[in-house]
């Protein structure tokens, strides 16, 4: 049959497919193993799925010419802050293996594989987005808008999940987890009446002033996990502080610009190679990241290869009005959400604290008011009053990763 994004109503069917409480098992033991029987594993699966371990390195005008494979498949699409959104597609195995390196992740700061009272900071939330909702899939999951925190209603969030019973799990950008517990904080509400036992940030680099002000508000752990939407999660953090590897579900590599294997210890680009997905192979797709490899065991005594991962750079992130780094993502949403499909690309420039220039490439001209309205959007959810300078017109592009945003230093 075709293969397709499938709908809710057969999610379940699919996660049967996927096995997760096996892999979540096999997971758990495999990351015991010593590093040269999980290296011959590897190979026996690059193996099974005809694949050679120097096969070209793909880009991702190599994806998306791909054609949509036959069977049982979920859809991956990316966010585009690389350009042109790319699709992949996963079959069970893959997700199953995905969702066991997610698991094993909570199982090392002790909480158990069934559902957890859990909320997640939604990106991609709009102003006029509810305040909090449940998710009709999973009735122990809530999203949070953040442009609701910014209009000061952390004080309502907080009682209205301690009504609910509080919450175990969240899941979030660091920024957004950030702007989470400094709104707690000034709203003066104990933000350990929720019961958080760990936080999870993720989708990009996570700085200590961020982690500190996470464990402080909420008085949980806090962890990073490192994925991206067409390869899944790819390493998650230990109670030790080391990012491993999730060598069961992929196999990592770093090469220089001209794609060849980088040193020992020395930093390199990503390329990931998806080890169970013969539904649509991934190899040694070009992820656009910076990392190096961690020498030495780490002191949880788990021998899965460590990571460090340069996510973000502090350049990248909107600076709000408490001095707090914002995920741009929340510009991509405004934008969407005003010009739908008339929307080309777009670039953002912040140049001074309340000070932006929007560049638009638009497939029909913008109507009056743009400006206005893209400044009352900004500024709720920056948290002041800010200005915005329009341009319409193509937006520049060049090699590598499309920046969609850039913060001018003051």
Known sequence: MAARSLPHAELAAFERLARIPQRLEAALAMEHWPPERRAAWVRERLAALGVAADAPITERADVRGRVRP?????????????????????????VGWAAAARLRQLAWFGLGPGPQPQANMRIAAAPDDPLWWEDPRHPSLVWINPYALAAGRATELHEALVARGGVRLVGAE??????????????????R???????????????????????????????????SHECGI???????????????????????????????????????????????????????????????????????????????????????SDGALLHPRFLRTLY?????????????????????????????PAPPGTAEALAEGIGAYV????????????????????????????
């Open 336 to 364: 969407e959400r005003r010009f739908g499909d008339a929307l080309v690309a777009f670039h953002t420039v912040q140049s001074g604290p309340a000070a932006f220039r929007v560049r638009l490439e638009l497939t029909a």
């Open 193 to 227: 009446e929720l019961g958080i036992a760990l936080a999870v940030a993720g989708g990009e680099m996570t700085f200590a002033a961020q982690r500190e002000a996470a464990a402080g508000a909420f008085g949980c752990a806090v962890a990073d996990m490192y994925g």
């Open 234 to 320: 790819l390493a998650t953090q230990c109670p030790e502080g080391s990012m491993h590897v999730a060598e069961e579900a992929v196999r990592i590599e770093l090469v220089d610009a001209a794609g060849r294997p980088v040193g020992a210890g020395r930093p390199g680009e990503v390329v990931v190679t998806l080890l169970h997905n013969a539904e649509q192979p991934l190899v040694r797709y070009r992820l656009g990241d910076v990392a190096r490899f961690v020498a030495g065991t780490c002191a949880c005594g788990r021998t899965l290869a460590r990571l460090d991962v340069e996510l973000g750079r502090r350049e990248d992130m909107v600076v709000g």
């Open 383 to 410: 948290g002041r009053r800010v200005e915005v300078a329009l341009e319409t017109g193509a937006v520049r592009r060049s090699p590598g990763k499309l920046r969609t945003f850039t913060r001018q230093p003051t």
């Open 70 to 94: 036959a069977g049982p498949v979920v859809e991956r699409v990316t966010s585009g802050s690389t350009g042109r959104p790319v699709r992949v597609w996963h079959g069970p195995a893959t």
């Open 174 to 191: 660091s920024s957004l987890l950030e702007q989470w517990a400094l709104a707690v904080r000034g709203a003066g509400v104990d933000g």
